[in-house]
């Protein structure tokens, strides 16, 4: 981001054994290969590669299984991140939980199997499964947490 160019045209970083890749727009890449010599005293090769041969990033996941009142984001994203559905409202309140990529609306908001929350600097949260009711008729869901 140091080198002039906007957001947009940088993508992710994937770090490899070897090395790391990192995606960006091709018009861009030009000027990366001739500019982009060394990353503090380290100096670095560069190589295009094709969107195929990209390395996919490896994950790491903890596996959740919890039962909540009812499927609504505060609720599923507290049992997510391990916190009170109270503070998760404010955090929600506040800005700071995004629901598939958009900005939360409320805490009340109704979530699905297979939907992403993100909460700023604590990781994303997918809703893998809703296991359907408990006797007690809280929702049994298995939540997948990525580290």
Not at 20 to 31: I, L
Not at 82 to 91: K, L, P
Request: charged share 30%.
């Amino acid at each position: 981001m140091g080198m002039g160019c906007e957001r947009e045209i940088m993508g992710d970083i994937v770090l490899a054994p070897e090395g790391a890749q990192f995606v960006a727009d091709k018009t861009f890449a030009n000027y990366i290969e001739s500019n982009l010599t060394q990353i503090g005293s380290a100096h670095v090769n560069l190589k295009q590669i094709g969107r195929e041969d990209l390395q996919a990033k490896e994950e790491k996941v903890k596996i959740i299984s919890a039962t909540v009142a009812a499927l609504r984001l505060d609720a599923v994203a507290a049992a997510g991140y391990g916190i009170s559905r109270s503070r998760m409202a404010e955090e929600i309140k506040s800005q700071n939980v995004k629901l598939n990529w958009k900005e939360a609306k409320n805490a009340s908001q109704s979530v699905a199997e297979g939907d992403v929350i993100s909460f700023r600097g604590r990781g994303r949260v997918e809703l893998a499964e809703i296991r359907g009711t408990t006797k007690k008729g809280r929702c049994a869901v298995t939540l997948k947490r990525y580290i």
